[in-house]
């Protein structure tokens, strides 16, 4: 989650120097800085859960999930992001003394009301940009509705996963992930915001 920005202009050296030495986290935008604020009890209940099952599914493998800890990097229009995904799942990870991940073939964000519109607009161009992504999958937090846009020969298709019978098959881990166990112990309100059906047509000219 974000709130504010740092308006200066800052390296990318500068800004990895500047986050190990911080208390609280900052995402890197081509050279701007946007601090993170906190997360509610259900945003970080709807990560522990995906994390859960992530955890539990790759066992043993060499797809391994990571949560908002670790930083993603970005290499998007000539320029450079860090961003704090959720969840990433990453099958070609990067050294262990790394402080981001580069390769992540499935990102997880979790929409909350300050930060949708980052999610749905900037970072879901920016993620898909990444040539390693198959999935990039977002959920909303008041009801079991998970926007998930696939890789397809032709570029990114959307499409929508609804209710907690459902699931979201993820055929590039060989495993699905159950939407009952994604809203566990979410208690679901009308405060939902539903999202517009739209096309997206995001190839590899990106």
Known sequence: MSSAE????VS?????SLEEQARTKSEYIDGWIRA????????NRLKVNCLGQLIQLLKGQTCQPYDSDLKLRVHYQGGTRFYYPD????CDSNEPTAVFQDHPV???EVLSPSTRQIDLDEKMTAYLSIASLECYIVLEQHQPIAIVMRRTRGGFLRG???GTDATIDLPFLGCSLSMQE??????FTAECVQEP??????????
Do not use: P
């Open 160 to 162: 929508t996963v609804q």
């Open 36 to 43: 993170m604020s906190g997360a509610t009890i259900r945003h």
């Open 6 to 9: 740092r308006l200066e202009f």
């Open 87 to 90: 969840l990433q799942v990453v």
């Open 182 to 187: 994604i809203y566990e112990r979410i208690e």
């Open 12 to 16: 990318v050296d500068q800004y990895l």
């Open 106 to 108: 499935l990102v997880i």
């Open 197 to 206: 059906e739209l096309e997206y047509d995001v190839g590899s000219s990106l």
